[in-house]
């Protein structure tokens, strides 16, 4: 983490976990156990369909709401999707965009994120950007000219004074929901990897302030030493962060 030049940021993706009927009791036991947290910007992104409750729940408090997806498109014939504008009419400030579960499983391309980037943009939500490779991928050492190729993709066209509200988060796919992490040096230097393509692309003082999360296995026993390496500026957590208290020790972890 660097304070002195971006925000730290925890958070929560609850993947397809939770009911609607238990985010008032979720956000009733987060709330004060992250009540000193000031020095991190918490998230809490649940499904769409909680996504009223969880506004509703943590209002008054300092902890934003964020959507797990989005749709490229505006509005019209485009039935099951849900559009930029819809999730800021609600009050939601963040939207998770190309996460892997999303690539892999529902076929989002590298373009296709690009267009949900510039839909959530235009709307002023704050993106929060998911790139990684596959074990496979890391196996055959091309981890960072890959993450590199995502990160200039999805960054097309993305002027830079929209670029300071962009969030990158390095998700290695095979350290997600299985227990393995990334050695904190091994996520360290992915992420100077992003902020240096992002130097490339926007100059320095735009990398400097970019804000860079790791994602994959990350709990309460592991989140200082990840958070001890300077690039590494805050966590996305899916797992640990479905209790409450397991999430709230991560979000202690960061305000240190
Ligand atoms: P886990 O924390 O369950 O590994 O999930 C990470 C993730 O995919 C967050 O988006």
Known sequence: ?????????????????????????????????????????IVVCPPFVMLPAVIKAF???????????????ESGAFTGEVSASQLA????????????????????????????IHA????????????GESE??????VTAELVSLQVKTALRDVPAQKMRRIIIAYEPIWAIGTGKTAT??????VCGTIRS??????????????????GGSMNARNACELLSQPDIDGGLIGGASLSPVDFAAIVDAANQ
Request: glycine share 6%; net charge positive; aromatic share 6%.
């Open 59 to 73: 209002r008054s408090s300092r902890i934003s709401t964020g959507a797990q997806n989005l749709s490229d498109k």
């Open 197 to 214: 393509v992002v130097r490339s692309l926007y100059g320095a003082r735009t990398a400097r302030a970019v804000s860079i999360l790791y």
């Open 89 to 116: 009419d609600l009050g939601v400030h963040y939207v998770i965009i190309g996460h892997s579960e999303r690539r892999r499983l529902y076929g989002e391309t590298d373009s296709a994120v690009n267009g949900k």
């Open 136 to 141: 496979q991928e890391r196996e055959t050492g």
């Open 1 to 41: 983490m660097n304070r002195k030049y971006r925000h730290t940021v925890i958070a929560a993706n609850w993947k397809m976990n939770l009911l609607p009927s238990k985010v008032k009791a979720y956000a009733d036991e987060l709330k004060p156990l992250t009540a000193q947290a000031k020095w991190c910007d």
């Open 184 to 189: 904190s040096e091994d996520a360290g230097a």
């Open 120 to 131: 959530a943009l235009r709307e002023n939500l704050r993106p929060i950007v998911c790139v």
